[in-house]
T-cell receptor
Framework: DTEVTQTPKHLVMGMTNKKSLKCEQHMGHRAMYWYKQKAKKPPELMFVYSYEKLSINESVPSRFSPECPNSSLLNLHLHALQPEDSALYLC?????????????FGPGTRLTVT | EDQVTQSPEALRLQEGESSSLNCSYTVSGLRGLFWYRQDPGKGPEFLFTLYSAGEEKEKERLKATLTKKESFLHITAPKPEDSATYLCAVQVQNDYKLSFGAGTTVTVRA
């Protein structure tokens, strides 16, 4: 099974709201990722967690705050977002062992900031 | 800086009309090249990983090949359900980051 799940599927929030996106995988993958994708563009990496520790932060604004509670879960906390943050937010995971580096993506959360 | 260029940007095919998508790349220390399929509003679906020049992978009507400078995704006798955006991405050694191309949007008409 190569499934990554994300909730919610859709989220509408105001600029003063606080919300969280959730991601879960049960493949035993050791790396988990957050990507942002705008319409007709490829995904852009935001954060990487490796063995539950933040490994990469691609200079993402502090209004996005990632959290990795355990090896299967990844959250993205949102606060004081701007309308330009509206996008499809994708979670992914990878095994990161010899010969197996492909990333498996979830279905995404469509975020609209009003 | 790693560069990934996909061509064409869009491809319109008649059902059964085979064609190829190109992904050219410039990286130092390639770990792997990945192909994904993405339907509108959904997450990318993993198709293939290619690790070394000369490698080929097949899945149903799709076949991916790799040289030292580019990769091709061949679609043989496509069906309307093959309509999607196909993304190519490269990863370098000791790095988690995927560098994506802009994608090729394939439309297959019945």
């Amino acid at each position: 099974d190569t499934e990554v799940t994300q909730t919610p599927k859709h989220l509408v929030m105001g600029m003063t709201n606080k919300k969280s996106l959730k991601c879960e995988q049960h493949m035993g993958h050791r790396a988990m990722y957050w990507y942002k994708q705008k319409a007709k563009k490829p995904p852009e990496l935001m954060f990487v967690y490796s063995y539950e520790k933040l490994s990469i932060n691609e200079s993402v604004p502090s209004r996005f705050s990632p959290e990795c509670p355990n090896s299967s879960l990844l959250n993205l906390h949102l606060h004081a977002l701007q309308p330009e943050d509206s996008a499809l937010y994708l979670c992914a995971s990878s095994q990161e062992s010899s010969g197996s580096y492909e990333q498996y993506f979830g279905p995404g959360t469509r975020l609209t900031v009003t | 800086e790693d560069q990934v260029t996909q061509s064409p940007e869009a491809l319109r095919l008649q059902e059964g009309e085979s064609s190829s998508l190109n992904c050219s790349y410039t990286v130092s220390g390639l770990r792997g090249l990945f192909w994904y399929r993405q339907d509108p509003g959904k997450g990318p679906e993993f198709l293939f990983t290619l690790y070394s020049a000369g490698e080929e992978k097949e899945k149903e009507r799709l076949k991916a090949t790799l040289t030292k400078k580019e990769s091709f995704l061949h679609i043989t006798a496509p069906k309307p359900e093959d309509s999607a955006t196909y993304l190519c991405a490269v990863q370098v050694q000791n790095d988690y980051k995927l560098s994506f191309g802009a994608g090729t949007t394939v439309t297959v008409r019945a």
